[in-house]
């Protein structure tokens, strides 16, 4: 049923023009619901998919308006020649403001895109050649094979026709290799970074893809209504946008063209009945949208649309292929893979890591061990990109990368997993697999969007069903990541790694709530991977698993090297025996 959903949806409004004795007013209705379903989908990508919160889209809708409507009254051109202008504007204008706003974090990036939006209102209604408040009247319509679409009903179909666009636009995006990398964000910037995702540049595409939505929607409104001023471009335009795209779901594209529609036929409703019951005019309609908006976010954070068709918003994983192999990534070396000198890292007053030296060799399994808060994982961060050096040199494949970002550091060919698992909870656990491959695919957005990079999506798929079989969890690829255990989870990461085809590979904790015989198997694999020439850098409290996996131990306790050498001299090192258990043991 939850499939079905969607498809006798749009029956049912697309039908609607065939049923006898229906009002204008509905059409009209419906017709303002189409375009802000087409805001809203733009708003899911972004806010739902990307975790960014954007107060902006009224703006983008409005420059998408303004643009056309000054081609066509000033120049004489056609509406539909200010179509791809209003979206190349619009398009322009969003990678600015993006490559600003972007930049910045935590509240106060929504904060930066309600200033860009009151703005630009401001400029709207204080600028002569726009109209000012009164804005811009006598905008022709659009016309098709020569009759201008005028009413309503003419126009209906158009504008749904977009909205339509927009979700298959968008559905297919979502299930691309930029589309992952979109989804990726959610699950935290580190992740993404460590797979090769360039994050700062991904966040743009998605603010830009949601702009070029909202111009769309702009466009047809500047051209329907054929008269514009800024007031429906303001902020609280911008705002009842997020509105309609929590309350159908965020996360979910159906869920946004749901809560469009749903939020206009109810606020015009609401106008209706409410001034009659309460017996007084005013815009009672906010009050009831923000008790309703309180209610939602404690009993249904995602939204209805999922509560109403039992399914997540995330698109279903394409059923495995046939696909040729990818070319490998891994390259030959000679010497070591990793060399680590002098590394220091300092927080403030806090020596975490001081003057830390080892190198791992292809073939070799290099374990990190030593008391909670020795220094493990910020020596991981540092070798990986994630965290700045204070001092010292890190050489990758004989490569001085100490300088180098994650995902630079990833291109080289280095993967690895985290201490505290980052999967993306809303993708199957396949999804996050792929993600591992990203570096080794090459579509774009566009490719994406239009549906044309079938064949080598089909390829990374395969090889995440491969890596996935490799760990014992090729049954699992379907269900959703946050509903695995956290040793499966961890296993999924090991997976996700492998996806790289690295020649190096960092484990942070790989053995960490998994049972004995998931521990021994997890043991088989490493043991196989060393024995095809990839080095292992790990970081595990087990010592059992250790000592009977690791070439060489590197002991670290307060952030320095106590020790280093094979398993069977450090077990017995007096010092390591004092740092573990303590003098008096």
Not at 124 to 151: H, K, Q
Not at 380 to 396: D, I, W, Y
Not at 473 to 483: I, V
């Amino acid at each position: 049923m939850s499939r079905l959903a969607p498809l006798l949806a749009g029956l049912a409004i697309l039908a609607l023009p065939l049923v006898p004795g229906v009002p204008p007013f509905w059409f009209t209705l419906l017709n303002y619901a189409g375009l802000a379903a087409i805001v809203v989908v733009g708003l899911v990508v972004l806010t739902g998919m990307a975790n960014i919160m954007s107060f902006g889209q009224g703006m983008f809708v409005g420059i998408g308006a303004y643009t056309s409507a000054l081609l066509t009254l000033h120049l004489g051109v056609s509406p539909w020649l200010g179509l791809p202008a209003a979206l190349a504007v619009a398009g322009a204008c969003a990678w600015v403001v993006g490559a600003i706003t972007l930049r910045l974090s935590g509240h106060y990036l929504p904060l930066g895109t309600i200033a860009w939006n009151i703005s630009f209102f401001y400029v709207l209604g204080n600028s002569d050649w726009l109209g000012r408040y009164d804005g811009l009247p006598g905008l022709p319509p659009i016309a098709v094979f020569g009759t201008p679409l005028l009413a309503s009903e003419q126009v209906f179909y158009l504008i749904w026709g977009c909205v339509g666009l927009s979700v298959v636009l968008t559905l297919s995006l979502m299930r691309s290799r930029t589309g992952r990398a979109i989804r990726a964000l959610k699950g935290g910037r580190v992740a993404a970074e460590a797979f090769g995702v360039d994050t700062g540049r991904i966040k743009i595409v998605a603010f830009v893809y949601a702009a070029l939505l909202a111009a769309l929607s702009g466009w047809l409104y500047a051209h329907v209504q054929r008269a514009i001023n800024p007031t429906p471009f303001s902020l609280n335009a911008s705002i009842e946008y997020l509105l309609m795209a929590v309350l159908g779901g965020a996360g979910s594209v159906w869920g946004g063209v749901f809560g469009a529609t749903l939020v206009t036929l109810l606020k015009d409703q609401l106008q209706n009945v409410l001034p009659l019951v309460l017996g007084a005019e005013g815009n009672f309609e906010a009050i009831v949208f923000g008790v309703l908006f309180v209610l939602l976010l404690q009993r249904a954070p995602d939204g209805l649309w999922p509560l109403l068709t039992r399914r997540t918003g995330a698109p279903p994983p394409p059923a495995p292929v046939a696909a040729p192999p990818l070319p490998p990534r891994r390259a030959a070396v000679s010497g070591p893979l990793l060399e680590a000198s002098g590394l220091r890292k300092v927080f403030g007053g806090l020596v975490a890591v001081d003057g830390i030296d080892f190198s791992v060799a292809p073939g070799e399994v290099v374990a990190l061990i030593g008391p909670n808060g020795a220094g493990k994982s910020t020596t991981f961060n540092l070798v990986t990109g994630v965290a700045r050096l204070s001092a010292g040199t890190v050489r990758l494949f004989g490569r001085d990368t100490s300088a180098l970002p994650s995902r630079a550091v990833a291109r080289l060919g280095v993967a690895r997993t985290f201490q505290h698992v980052k999967l993306v909870g809303t993708m199957s656990v396949i999804e996050n697999v792929a993600l591992g491959a990203h570096l080794r695919g090459s579509a774009g957005a566009v490719r994406g969007a239009l549906g044309l990079d079938r064949a080598e999506e089909a390829a990374l798929f395969a090889e995440a069903q491969r890596q996935l079989d490799r760990v014992g969890l090729g049954a699992l690829r379907d269900r959703p990541a946050a509903s695995l255990a956290l040793g499966q989870q961890r296993i999924v990461e090991i997976a996700r790694a492998l996806c790289l085809d690295p020649a190096l590979l960092l484990l942070d904790e790989p053995a960490a709530g998994l049972r004995h015989q998931e521990k021994a198997a997890l043991a088989d694999l490493l043991n196989r991977l060393r024995g095809e020439g990839l080095g292992i850098l790990l970081v595990e409290h087990d010592m059992d698993f250790v000592m009977g996996l690791a070439d060489r131990l590197v002991v670290m306790n307060f952030g320095a090297k106590l020790c280093e050498g094979p398993p069977r001299v450090v077990r017995t090192n007096p010092a390591v025996v004092e740092a573990y258990l303590g003098s008096a043991a």
